[in-house]
């Protein structure tokens, strides 16, 4: 049975009792009211109460009890029972009765949990109208025809096309036509992006005003939209390690509770001399108000509001062990190549007989899926020149390429790659003027003599500048991090306003370089590559680019849809929100326990200050509902200026 059909019933069933007790102190009860049977229906209507509503805590503490272990039902349980056995007891040794104590608590207890799982149910709205975003059917090439088939049945390979105003079903890259894509609904970017030839697009998104042909790449539960509801979901059921700290703290606070539970009694019972009735009272109060179930919400409901909004702003958190790191990093570390810069660098000069270098340099490229590598193709292909055959290819980490051409041995690579006397001192000359420019150099050539230079470059991306200045904003220290030469590297972060270069390190290596820089305090990498893997899990918080492999996703703690490196200041500032709103809850669900238990327990007593069981579960109810409040409220909280999305 759900916890609203408990709580309903809990309350329908306790609402005479709660009119026997307002109304018969005054003498009189409205006939709409009145409680035929006394103590008997009492009895009864409790009863019901224990067993329908109250009984999953009974269980929950058995269960606990049995594991030697002791949570928040135990509280709940051992109050509820305390005062509903007693009352039994009572009633046959005609004495006052508290049925009405164990019915109220069951029903207060019940709708703080009412408000947490209607929280739940609202953060998690976000993965809900995710799910719903996704189409129903696409248009497929079938047999020569395009015709309409589930979206179950769309496989990768396939040819889908896309009329003005549908939804795009899965993802895929373009292969004939041009339009502008509504990608507002997965990315969080408001503006319309233009699609063209080899254009990727994501499923779930519009097609706006040109009709559209794409090959389906990704289907079913490997689409980019399912793997954000999976991540989502993921996240919002995720721990940050200050909630095991927690759990650890419950687990001594609930035996401390029933041992001061137990004192009270005593002190109240043989030492002051009161009935056994007012003793036991004051005993199930304090056991009623320590129920820690504030300490409980205090992580959860924050996490599952913060990740469901950053999610909204296409920043997906996968866990609540991000959060908690990233709220004390001190250094931000950047890839260059695809993070900083756009990703797609192109030849921009070449030294040396054009027709030759490039000729031979394209023979060597032709093959690999290297960025550079593709930048000379294109280059050759533009000049309409034709590479060569090359056998006994080899890749050379960190250096270049090799192979046989001509019966030659042909080369194409960085410095690394030169035997003493390669280049001769004009060619050395042209490529530190080129690289002073933030261009990389390649050398080519045959037989261990360079014959010309290939410069390209990787312009950096037009936000990196903004996003690397808001996060100095912060106070936060800015590295790049790249296998590129020092030069190269030292330019690009001279243009972003980088703090540190770390340059010419091997892919192997950046996870030992990410070590160095946690010796000063917590580091939180940004990268996109196969190669950035290792570094990204190394790193107390690894933020990986939407637009990286899978494997770099797959290491990364934070994911950037929209690709925009400024959302790496909106991911720490939600990140930074989430956890200061835990703390807060933290803070509040403590207080209403260190304020109550003494209030419950009668220790102002003398003064006029007491707490029945009832009102204690009251109390305790809305410590519940002010920490679930608190968190609902971070989705309204304004994030600093600059990091409010356009």
């Known amino acids: 049975m759900s916890v609203t059909k408990r709580f309903w019933i809990a309350l329908v069933l306790s609402l005479p009792m709660l009119a026997n007790m307002l109304f018969m102190p005054l003498g009189f009860m409205p006939l709409g009211f009145m409680l035929p049977g006394g103590e008997w229906t009492q009895f009864a209507l409790t009863s019901i109460i224990m067993v329908v509503a109250a009984g ?7 269960a606990s009890f049995q594991k030697h272990h002791a949570n928040m039902d135990t509280l709940v349980a051992i109050g509820t029972a305390t005062a509903y056995v007693y009352s039994i007891y ?16 069951v ?30 059917e696409a248009t497929v090439l079938r047999d020569g025809q395009y015709v309409r088939v589930p979206i179950s049945a769309v496989q990768a390979g396939d040819l889908v096309k896309v009329k003005p105003g549908e939804k795009i079903a899965v993802d895929g890259v373009i292969t004939d036509g041009s339009s502008t894509v509504d990608e507002s609904m997965v990315t969080g970017e408001s503006m319309p992006v233009t699609k063209k030839n080899g254009d990727k697009v994501i499923g779930a998104t519009i097609n706006s005003n040109g009709t559209l042909i794409f090959r389906a790449e990704k289907v079913g539960g490997d689409t980019m939209l399912a793997q954000i509801v999976k991540l989502v979901k993921k996240a919002q059921t995720s721990h940050a390690p200050i909630q095991k700290l927690t759990d650890k703290v419950a687990n001594i606070f609930v035996p401390v509770v029933l041992m001061l539970a137990i004192a009270t009694f005593l002190v109240w019972y043989v030492f002051l001399g009161t009935s056994l009735a007012s003793a036991l009272i004051y005993a199930v109060a304090v056991v009623v108000i320590a129920c820690p179930c504030a300490l409980g919400l205090a992580t959860p409901t924050a996490l599952m509001v913060g990740t469901g909004r950053s999610a909204k702003m296409g920043i997906l958190i996968k866990n609540g062990e991000v959060l908690e790191a990233a709220d004390d990093v001190h250094t931000i570390v950047f890839d260059k190549t695809g993070t900083i810069t756009v990703g797609k660098p192109v030849v921009t000069d070449v030294v040396g007989d054009r027709q030759q270098v490039l000729t031979l340099a394209a023979s060597l490229e032709a093959d690999s899926e290297h960025p550079l590598a593709s930048a000379i193709t294109a280059a050759a292909q533009a000049a309409k020149i034709q590479p060569a055959t090359a056998s006994d290819f080899r890749a050379l980490e960190g250096r270049g390429v090799q192979a046989t051409i001509a019966g030659q041995t042909a080369f194409a690579g960085n410095s690394k790659l030169l035997t003493p006397g390669a280049a001769t001192p004009e060619l050395i000359a042209q490529a530190d003027r080129l690289q002073a420019e933030a261009k990389t150099v390649v050398y080519v050539g045959s037989n261990n ?14 936000t990196s500048r903004a996003a690397i200045a808001a996060l100095h904003a912060r106070g936060l220290k800015t590295v790049m991090l790249t296998g590129d ?13 980088i703090d540190d270069v770390i340059a010419d390190v091997m892919p192997a290596d950046k996870a030992a ?10 580091v939180a990498f940004v990268g996109d590559g196969i190669n950035d893997a290792p570094a990204l899990t190394t790193a107390d918080v690894g933020i990986a680019m939407g637009s990286g492999t899978d494997i770099a996703i797959e290491s990364g703690g934070i994911v950037l849809v929209k690709n925009d490196l400024r959302d790496v200041d909106r991911a720490l500032a939600i990140s930074k929100k989430t956890f ?15 304020l109550g238990i003494p209030v419950a327990a009668g220790v102002f007593a003398a003064a006029g200050l007491t707490l029945s069981p009832e009102l204690a579960g009251l109390a305790m109810a809305f410590s519940s509902l002010s920490v679930v409040t608190s968190s609902v409220l971070l989705g309204k909280t304004k994030l600093a200026p600059k990091t409010e999305i356009a």
């Open 449 to 462: 003599q360079v014959i010309g230079l290939i410069a390209i470059q990787d312009a950096a991306k037009p």
């Open 580 to 594: 200061k709103r835990i703390k807060l809850n933290l803070f509040w669900a403590f207080i209403y326990k260190v």
């Open 107 to 136: 029903t207060f207890v019940l709708l703080g949990q009412v408000f947490e799982e209607r929280m739940r149910t609202s953060a998690s709205s976000a993965v809900e109208k995710l799910v719903n975003l996704q189409a129903k």
């Open 56 to 62: 999953p805590f009974v269980t929950s503490a058995w």
């Open 485 to 497: 030469n020092e030069k190269v590297a030292r330019a690009i972060a001279d243009q972003v306003g």
């Open 90 to 105: 009572a009633m046959i040794t005609r004495q006052p009765v508290y049925f009405e104590s164990a019915a109220f608590v």
């Open 513 to 522: 370089a990410i070590k160095r820089l946690q010796q000063d305090g917590k």
